[in-house]
């Protein structure tokens, strides 16, 4: 399984970034697909999922109505689009899958940073 998170940067308050995450080992459209972010001396959060064939998706209270999960199954691709971006945003974002044991699977992450 190897999961690669691109799209960071900085961006200021109020911005828009898109992060991506290229999926390959195992079968992405049957897969479940959630990204999580960490800040330094936290514990890494959950942020968004997306379920197989996309037809279901789950979000962490704090960035419902501002980011959307998505996924192209046809690339093995998942998307994250941030919007109305905070600086309680800034963190280090990760891809995540997990294996039909639930062994989780991990991205290298993307540095996110929203400042002015």
């Known amino acids: 399984v190897q999961l690669v998170e691109s799209g960071g940067g900085l961006v200021q308050p109020g911005g828009s970034l898109r992060l991506s995450c290229a999926a390959s080992?195992?079968?992405?459209?049957?897969?479940?697909m959630s990204w999580y972010r960490q800040t330094p001396g936290q514990e890494r959060d959950f942020v968004a999922s997306?379920?197989?064939?996309?037809?279901?998706?789950n979000y962490a209270a704090d960035v419902k109505g501002r980011f959307t999960i998505s996924r192209d199954n046809a690339k093995n691709t998942v998307y994250l689009q941030m919007n109305s971006l905070k600086p309680e945003d800034t963190a280090v974002y990760y891809c995540n899958t997990q294996d039909e044991r639930d062994r989780d699977y991990w991205g290298q992450g993307t540095q996110v940073t929203v400042s002015s």
């Open positions: 997306s379920f197989s064939a996309g037809a279901s998706t």
């Open positions: 080992g195992f079968t992405f459209s049957r897969a479940a």
